[in-house]
T-cell receptor, first 111, second 116 residues
Framework: RKEVEQDPGPFNVPEGATVAFNCTYS??????FFWYRQDCRKEPKLLMS???SGNEDGRFTAQLNRASQYISLLIRDSKLSDSATYLC????????????FGTGTLLAVQP | DAGVIQSPRHEVTEMGQEVTLRCKPI?????LFWYRQTMMRGLELLIY????????DSGMPEDRFSAKMPNASFSTLKIQPSEPRDSAVYFC??????????????FGEGSRLTVL
């Protein structure tokens, strides 16, 4: 089983739609969780951290389910500029900064 | 402020040649990570340093790969000899720790390596 797994997509959605991505991780001792965004042929950039209580940043909401070992990202009112690959990131194990990236989910927002 | 700087941006070389990739992290950051990205495998962590000391190199594919961080402002990733399967984008990222945890990773623009 991969350490971090994501549905590669692509998710093709119309502008204004709500879309959700899930990510599962294998190590129950993981403690840090993030979503990064990567535009085509660019470097990844932090989108948001994921906290146990869930957190929201504008149109983006992240949730963590420790019991089921998955993380979700919800994007409301999709914009054309949201088109990118969304990468789930988890630290491997407890007190380690070994950050493992999922292979990413491709989102294409259509006009 | 300058971000993470990587060089070269692109390199095309022949199998068997030595390749050296360079990285200058953001000043003051105490963590440095080397990742490799391919279509098939995504972003793979190769090695990371904390305060110039290698902490985990379990992702380094084999002995052909080596990484050093002689000081806080410079790191290298060397492949010797290179093989076609090493073709990938190599990213360097730096981070400032918060309470012992690596914070947000700031990535360089990557070095795109093609081994013929």
């Amino acid at each position: 089983r991969k350490e971090v797994e994501q549905d590669p997509g692509p998710f093709n959605v119309p502008e204004g739609a709500t879309v959700a991505f899930n990510c599962t991780y294998s190590n129950s001792a993981s403690q840090s969780f993030f979503w990064y965004r990567q535009d085509c042929r660019k470097e990844p950039k932090l989108l948001m951290s994921v906290y146990s209580s869930g957190n929201e940043d504008g149109r983006f909401t992240a949730q963590l389910n420790r019991a089921s070992q998955y993380i979700s990202l919800l994007i409301r009112d999709s914009k054309l500029s949201d088109s990118a690959t969304y990468l789930c990131v988890v630290n491997y194990g407890g007190a380690t900064n070994k950050l493992i990236f999922g292979t990413g989910t491709l989102l294409a927002v259509q006009p | 402020d300058a971000g993470v700087i990587q060089s070269p941006r692109h390199e095309v070389t022949e199998m068997g040649q030595e390749v050296t990739l360079r990285c200058k992290p953001i000043s003051g950051h105490d963590y440095l990570f080397w990742y490799r990205q391919t279509m098939m495998r995504g972003l793979e962590l190769l090695i990371y340093f904390n305060n110039n000391v290698p902490i985990d190199d379990s992702g380094m594919p084999e002995d052909r790969f080596s990484a050093k961080m002689p000081n806080a402002s410079f790191s290298t990733l060397k492949i010797q000899p290179s093989e076609p399967r090493d073709s990938a984008v190599y990213f360097c990222a730096s981070s400032l720790s918060r309470g012992g945890w690596a914070g947000e990773l700031f990535f360089g623009e990557g070095s795109r390596l093609t081994v013929l």
